[in-house]
């Protein structure tokens, strides 16, 4: 069974709304999916998954301070979380707020770890993106993500 976390931070519930969608969408046969505030997560969290997909609201055009604190952590499994899958979303204030540089601040962490990251042809295409509070379209575009994140993890790694 592939195993599929969703960590995020969320002050406001932009970002956390956003997670539980991701979190339900990743719920297809043959994997087992967590969610969790980043704050709840551990670095043995994240080595155990075979995918992970991190969400933060936008803060000053990257990740929030928690959540680079969790991926700073990982260090301790640097190298071994090859080959495992990857994602990241985020909430911003506005657009051209600086969503898209912190979905890659975050994904550039997993590229460092050697982790495999789908591309979204269609949709936002580095990973789920709302302004503000998220809409019933956002919301199904995160739902689709966690399915893609949650497909190739299963084909990987199932
Ligand atoms: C410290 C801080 C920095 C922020 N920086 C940005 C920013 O650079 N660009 C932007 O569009 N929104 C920015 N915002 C707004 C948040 O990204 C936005 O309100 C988001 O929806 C909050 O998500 P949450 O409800 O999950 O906490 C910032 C908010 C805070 C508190």
Redesign the pocket.
């Known amino acids: 069974m592939a195993k599929i976390l969703v960590t995020y931070?969320?002050?406001?519930?932009?970002?956390?709304k956003m997670a539980e969608a991701i979190f339900a969408g990743a719920q297809i046969d043959g994997t087992v999916a967590e969610l969790k505030k980043t704050k709840d997560t551990t670095i043995d969290d994240m080595f155990a998954a075979d995918a992970i997909i991190m969400g933060s609201?936008?803060?000053?055009?990257v990740m929030?301070a928690e959540c680079k604190q969790l991926i700073d952590e990982s260090v301790k499994y640097f190298k071994k979380m090859k080959g495992k899958v990857g994602g990241a979303f985020?909430?911003?204030?506005?657009i051209g707020?600086?969503?898209e540089t912190t979905i890659m601040s975050i994904l550039e962490a997993w590229l460092i770890h050697g982790m495999v990251i789908p591309g979204v042809c269609t949709g936002n295409h580095y990973g789920p993106v709302?302004?503000?509070e998220p809409t019933e379209k956002d919301l199904e575009e995160c739902r689709e993500y966690g399915k893609l994140i949650a497909e190739l993890a299963k084909k990987l790694h199932g």
């Open positions: 931070y969320s002050r406001s519930g932009n970002t956390r609201p936008t803060y000053f055009g929030a985020t909430s911003s204030g506005m707020g600086g969503n709302a302004i503000g």
